[in-house]
Antibody, heavy 123, light 111 residues
Framework: QLQLQESGPGLVKPSETLSLTCTVS??????????WGWIRQPPGKGLEWIGS???????YYNPSLKSRVTISVDTSKNQFSLKLSSVTAADTAVYYC???????????????WGQGTLVTVSS | QSALTQPASVSGSPGQSITISCTGT?????????VSWYQQHPGKAPKLMIY???KRPSGVSNRFSGSKSGNTASLTISGLQAEDEADYYC???????????FGGGTKLTVL
């Protein structure tokens, strides 16, 4: 069955760049039917979509984060990655990767999700 | 403030039914049948429970059902069980940016 696993540093200094990778197993990231996305959840708060990518490299981002976000894909490794620049304490959150179902007009649902990784922004 | 409005908490006794509402606008919940619901246990990742308003993924109990009326979507859990105690989030496509909106979450307590 399809599984996703996030990896990356759990502590990032303010103003630096947060970098995470999601490894997909049990299926191909090159599936023509899905995008792959990042969602985050600050401690004790709700969910926020960050952005999504297709295996061809086509991306779309949450406008509130777009200036700081880069999502990329490596089909040879069945992985996709997130970079978030100029981080502040407000970027402290659990970061999840997920498979994204898209319709002709936009995002539909997220399934499955990775287990999540807590990234703390602190000096 | 979340784009979709959910009650902060609901509760019910084992065996009872509860309904969690998710209120948006005609630009999201009311305008499209792209509403999904997620269950999240403490310290765990969200799990898809309902998609396309009322469809259940394989493996999800038929005690979970979804519906929509106007700008409000609802998740109903029948025959409440202790394991249903969790946070529940709704999500919808939205015509305006960022095009994906979540509710603030509802904490379900099984008494």
């Amino acid at each position: 069955q399809l599984q996703l696993q996030e990896s990356g540093p759990g502590l990032v200094k303010p103003s630096e760049t947060l970098s995470l990778t999601c490894t997909v197993s049990g299926g191909s990231i090159s599936s023509s039917s899905y995008y792959w996305g990042w969602i985050r959840q600050p401690p004790g708060k709700g969910l926020e979509w960050i952005g999504s990518i297709y295996y061809t490299g086509s991306t779309y981002y949450n406008p509130s984060l777009k200036s700081r976000v880069t999502i990329s894909v490596d089909t040879s490794k069945n992985q996709f990655s997130l970079k978030l620049s100029s981080v502040t304490a407000a970027d402290t959150a659990v970061y999840y990767c997920a498979r994204v179902s898209l319709t002709a007009i936009g995002t539909n649902w997220f399934d499955p999700w990775g287990q999540g990784t807590l990234v703390t922004v602190s000096s | 403030q979340s784009a979709l409005t959910q009650p902060a908490s609901v509760s019910g006794s084992p065996g009872q039914s509860i309904t969690i509402s998710c209120t948006g606008t005609s630009s999201d919940v009311g305008g499209y049948n792209y509403v999904s619901w997620y269950q999240q246990h403490p310290g765990k990742a969200p799990k898809l429970m309902i998609y396309d308003v009322n469809k259940r993924p394989s493996g999800v109990s038929n005690r979970f059902s979804g519906s929509k009326s106007g700008n409000t979507a609802s998740l109903t859990i029948s025959g409440l069980q202790a394991e249903d105690e969790a946070d529940y989030y709704c999500c919808s496509y939205a015509v305006s940016s960022p095009h994906v909106v979540f509710g603030g979450g509802t904490k379900l307590t099984v008494l």
